[in-house]
């Protein structure tokens, strides 16, 4: 099992209650599986936990059974899970290393300290600047890029260590819609050929839901709901932002005036309304 969460709270230090939990699930199948919730609810604290960073990073009290990759969360040192798991958060930013003179040697600084050949460090930078399409920014000194570039490049340094678990904590806060579409369309290519579960944590229905067939929603640290986009998107609805088109469902829908599946897409959005009311 890549994640497996029975019964895990977590309770960060000086807090006197959990403010995740209790949380039981596993990942699905699938290449993607998104944790919806609003401000607050929990994302990014789980999405840490996942990323193993108690208790180096995040210390409190930790409670239940948190495995990735059938290694306990608490008992592995976050350097062991770095290699295999990767968290990219919403501030790209805070993580550059700020010790790097270029985006390639940004990009390099993972798999130096994996300790690889050189040639092989060479072939991991190309490939993360070729799925990030961030091959004309290779040269530049991290501190100049912008905010979406930024976010390009943090994602190629997390590439290029090969994550098997990659946890998008809105990590394409800064990009256009067109260059998250392309960019989540690339990591699905990366994920299928690597054999990579990705992820994502979102505040936004879209674009997620088009990738996605299952997803979770996170209330007050604790699951609302979990199961596909169909069954969530009601409950969903009430926590995260959509489109005025999809609230519009959601309104059909309480008044029974919706029939079937709800669109993950554009096109299944459009599709949907001509079959159920182009006739009227
Ligand atoms: N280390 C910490 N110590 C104490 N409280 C924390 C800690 N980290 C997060 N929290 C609190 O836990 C709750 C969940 O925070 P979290 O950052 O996980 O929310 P989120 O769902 O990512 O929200 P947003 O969409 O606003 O980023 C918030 O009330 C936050 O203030």
């Known amino acids: 099992?890549?994640?497996?969460?029975?019964?895990?709270?977590?309770t960060?230090?000086?807090?006197?209650?959990?403010?995740?939990?209790?949380?039981?699930?596993?990942l699905p199948d699938d290449p993607f599986f998104v944790?919806?919730?609003?401000?607050?609810?929990?994302?990014?604290?789980?999405?840490?936990?996942?990323?193993?960073?108690?208790?180096?990073?995040?210390?409190?009290?930790?409670?239940?059974?948190?495995q990735i990759f059938g290694q306990d969360i608490g008992q592995t040192p976050l350097s062991t899970h770095a290699a295999q798991t990767q968290l990219i958060q919403q501030s790209p930013l805070l993580q550059l290393s700020g010790?790097?003179?270029?985006?390639?040697?940004e990009i390099a600084f993972g798999p130096e300290n994996l300790a690889l050949p050189p040639d092989e460090i060479l072939r991991r930078i190309n490939e993360a600047l070729n799925i990030t399409h961030s091959q004309h920014l290779r040269t530049r000194h991290p501190s100049t890029l912008s905010g979406g570039e930024a976010q390009r490049v943090?994602?190629?340094c997390a590439l290029a260590m090969r994550p098997?678990?990659?946890?998008?904590d809105e990590a394409f806060s800064r990009l256009t819609p067109k260059a998250t579409a392309q960019l989540l369309s690339e990591l699905r290519s990366y994920a299928l050929h690597y054999g990579c579960k990705i992820i994502l944590f979102e505040r936004a229905f879209l674009p997620a839901a088009k990738y996605c067939f299952q997803a979770l929603v996170?209330?007050?640290?604790q699951t609302l709901i979990q199961g596909s986009i169909s069954q969530v998107f009601q409950i969903a609805m009430t926590q995260i932002n959509a489109p005025d088109a999809w609230q519009v469902v959601q309104l059909l829908s309480t008044h029974h005036a919706w029939s079937?599946?709800?669109?993950?897409?554009?096109?299944?959005?459009?599709s949907a309304f001509k079959e159920q009311y182009a006739d009227l």
């Not at 098997?164 to 998008?168: A, N, R, V």
């Not at 996170?218 to 640290?221: E, Q, S, T, V």
């Open 260 to 270: 079937g599946e709800f669109p993950r897409t554009e096109s299944e959005l459009i």
């Open 218 to 221: 996170l209330k007050h640290g």
């Open 164 to 168: 098997k678990l990659l946890l998008l």
């Open 12 to 26: 960060p230090r000086g807090e006197d209650k959990p403010l995740l939990g209790p949380l039981s699930f596993t």
């Open 154 to 156: 943090v994602l190629a």
């Open 99 to 105: 010790c790097t003179f270029s985006v390639e040697e």
């Open 35 to 66: 944790i919806y919730g609003g401000n607050g609810s929990g994302k990014s604290l789980l999405a840490q936990l996942l990323a193993g960073w108690f208790p180096e990073q995040l210390t409190g009290n930790l409670n239940g059974t948190l």
């Open 1 to 10: 099992m890549v994640v497996t969460l029975k019964d895990v709270t977590f």
